[in-house]
């Protein structure tokens, strides 16, 4: 028989997390204050992060070791199991070999609690009582609330009001974990309050809710701000997606051509690809795409700057693909990916080349989402079929050349609680948004001067 699935046992998990940052050929630019445009250091994010999440942003070693305690909760659904879509293969009549890193098999059903278990870890080590965060389709909410409950600490979640009213039962998982649960922007903050004042039926964002969870951390001294994406300690603790897809790829007796991934803040992304970068720096011949929506575009249509991470100028300066920290986008159904700005570290190697990048606009994702269940019978997220449609894109390449590429791709969490977007998508009411340049340009133009 054909063998579909390459399975890890639990002593072959990986024992520690991979840093890019030991073998980039380039420099980071430095984050900066924002009042002063300084570098910052510690201090200043102290009162966001625990001081061990700190030094994981910054620091230089190759490996990074993952603590027992983490990789005890790891093994409720890790390893996780890469996927040979044979059955996919033969339905788009392709000679490309095409495999997936299936990430939706953890308990809230994607990638997310990679990072929100050693967050919590972290943070639980320092005495932090209480974490705030933001979300947008739910997936990293859910993951932090999981996290908090598991290591007895308080959650509080600002979840994207257009996401909130989407995706109701994401609320109730959430709740269920023990979190409570806001639709951003609200009146709890000061924040919310000047979005709500200035747009009472404001749809909402990420970087609104991002402005909301850190003013609401920063200004209680039991509570720690944590983030799904972006930030390089985030990112690390995703590369144990990419550390067992290369086991389970050698398990195969292949290597990718071809690594792709969807792209909102970067963190699912940069957890399949960074381990695969690290061989394309070493010569290894690897094309690496990032996929996102024609409806935020950031990665493909953004510039190239220093901006906030957040609407409201609380956060650091990051140097990154952005669409202006004022961008609000259009409500797409993928919510995890509507957002102004992306990793640092993403951003750098896409403007130096050595990833590439595109956009899709929502009713060919979701035209993709429906024919990978049907031939596999996995939903994929909303955020997923991105990289979902641009594999079948690269497989109908293949099937036109007669090449026979491998292709490797990374299904970062299942659809069942996102129904509604395919309930829309079957009823023929999803509109296909492509944010103008009009609007595009107005949101670069407050951009901070550095």
Request: charged letters at 20%.
């Amino acid at each position: 028989m054909d063998q579909m699935r390459y399975l890890l046992t639990e002593r072959e998990m990986p024992e520690a997390w991979y840093n890019l940052l030991a073998d980039l050929p380039f420099e980071v630019p430095p984050v900066l204050h924002p009042a002063t445009h300084q570098p910052v250091g510690p201090a200043d994010l102290a009162p966001l992060f625990p001081m061990a999440l700190i030094q994981q942003e910054v620091t230089t070693e190759r490996y990074v070791p993952i603590p027992e305690e983490v990789r005890d909760i790891y093994r409720l659904w890790r390893p996780t199991p890469l996927h040979r879509a044979r059955r996919l293969e033969k339905a788009l009549d392709t000679p490309a070999h095409i495999y997936y890193k299936y990430e939706g098999v953890s308990p809230s059903g994607s990638h997310k609690p990679n990072t929100a278990v050693a967050q919590a870890y972290y943070n639980k080590q320092e005495g932090v009582r209480r974490l705030t965060t933001e979300t947008g389709a739910g997936q990293w909410g859910t993951a932090l609330a999981l996290a908090a409950r598991l290591f007895g600490l308080e959650a509080t979640v600002y979840m994207v009001r257009v996401s909130y009213e989407q995706k109701p039962y994401r609320r109730v998982i959430m709740q269920t974990y023990g979190a409570e649960v806001l639709p951003s922007p609200t009146d709890r903050t000061n924040a919310g309050r000047q979005i709500l004042a200035e747009h009472p039926d404001s749809p909402g964002s990420l970087g609104i809710a991002i402005s909301e969870a850190v003013e609401d951390a920063a200004t209680h001294d039991d509570t720690r701000y944590s983030l799904g994406s972006v930030l390089s300690h985030v990112l690390l603790h995703q590369t144990i997606i990419g550390e067992e897809a290369k086991k389970q790829m050698e398990m195969a007796g292949e290597y990718p051509d071809i690594v792709v991934g969807c792209v909102g803040g970067g963190s699912n992304f940069a957890g399949i690809s960074f381990p695969f970068v690290r061989d394309k720096l070493n010569g290894r011949n690897i094309r690496i795409i990032a996929v996102e929506p024609e409806a935020c575009p950031t990665l493909t249509r953004g510039i190239y700057a220093y901006d906030f991470g957040d609407t409201a100028g609380m956060t650091p300066l990051v140097k990154m693909y952005t669409l202006g920290h004022t961008f609000v986008p259009a409500g797409i159904h993928a919510g995890g990916l509507r957002y102004h700005g992306d990793s640092a570290v993403i951003s750098l190697l896409v403007h130096e080349g050595v990833m590439e990048a595109r956009a899709y606009s929502q009713n060919p994702v979701f035209a993709a989402g429906v024919r990978f269940t049907q031939a596999e019978g996995i939903v994929p997220a909303p955020e997923a079929a991105h990289a979902v449609k641009a594999v079948f894109d690269l497989a109908e390449e293949c099937r036109q050349s007669g090449e026979q590429k491998v292709i490797l791709f990374n299904l970062s969490g299942h659809g069942y609680f996102d129904l509604s977007a395919y309930d829309a998508y079957l009823a023929n009411k999803l509109i296909d948004y492509a944010y103008p340049d009009e609007q595009i340009r107005q949101a670069l133009e407050v951009l901070p001067r550095i």
